[in-house]
């Protein structure tokens, strides 16, 4: 079936450093693909998303690129800053079905 | 708009009382979805609706949990007996098109969550 994985956190980063989240999919047909971020305390909210192959979702300094070929959507931001810190997950939306599909997130911390 | 909507924000109640959650989602959106999230289970989703049915429930833990969506803007979780091990934070989310016909895709809106604490 139809599956999101993304690498491990915690994942402690300094102020201005870059920033990759991996994102690998698992699906048939052509899903979307999304990042969503949750900060302490609150609910998720979409940060970006794809919806086809070679698509570039932004956002906020926040960059991922649905790579068919290589079935992934890693989220990169060339300088991160201390309000960045939070948990971030990848999701896919297959449009074979009616599925919604999460990773299992991935916490970020920066430090000043 | 004021998105999703959920109420209480937090809840504290004893074992084996009912607890029932709340969510209205956006206005015009057709499609519903309750999660809940912990940490050593992550993010689950428990159920989604479209168009007020339940499309699938295969997420729901047990008997004990139900939820209800009696029209386009009102949604309930309802736990009874409620247990410790039901503690989480409870979302609901909303998308706004019919996912199950035109197997499109659309982005979820997610509400603040429920804080759940069973004593």
């Known amino acids: 079936g139809d599956s999101v994985t993304q690498m491990e956190g915690p994942v402690t980063l300094s102020e201005e450093a870059f920033l990759t989240i991996n994102c690998t999919y698992t699906?048939?047909?052509?899903?979307?693909l999304f990042w969503y971020v949750q900060y302490p305390g609150e609910g998720l909210q979409l940060l970006l998303k794809a919806t086809k192959a070679d698509d570039k979702g932004s956002n906020k300094g926040f960059e991922a690129t649905y790579r068919k070929e290589t079935t992934s959507f890693h989220l990169e931001k060339g300088s991160v800053q201390v309000s960045d810190s939070a948990v971030y997950f990848c999701a896919l939306s297959s449009n074979t079905g009616n599925q919604f599909y999460f990773g299992t997130g991935t916490s970020l911390t920066v430090i000043p | 708009d004021a998105g999703v909507i959920q109420s209480p924000r937090h809840e504290v109640t004893e074992m084996g009382q009912e607890v029932t959650l709340r969510c209205k989602p956006i206005?015009?959106?057709?499609?519903l979805f309750w999660y809940r999230q912990t940490m050593m289970r992550g993010l689950e989703l428990l159920i989604y609706f479209n168009n007020n049915v339940p499309i699938d429930d295969s997420g729901m833990p047990e008997d004990r949990f139900s939820a209800k969506m009696p029209n386009a803007s009102f949604s309930t979780l309802k736990i009874q007996p409620s247990e410790p091990r039901d503690s989480a934070v409870y979302f609901c989310a909303s998308s706004g098109r019919d996912r199950v016909v035109a197997g499109v895709v659309d982005t979820q809106y997610f509400g603040p969550g429920t804080r759940l604490t069973v004593l």
């Open positions: 206005s015009g959106h057709n499609s």
């Open positions: 699906a048939t047909g052509y899903p979307s």
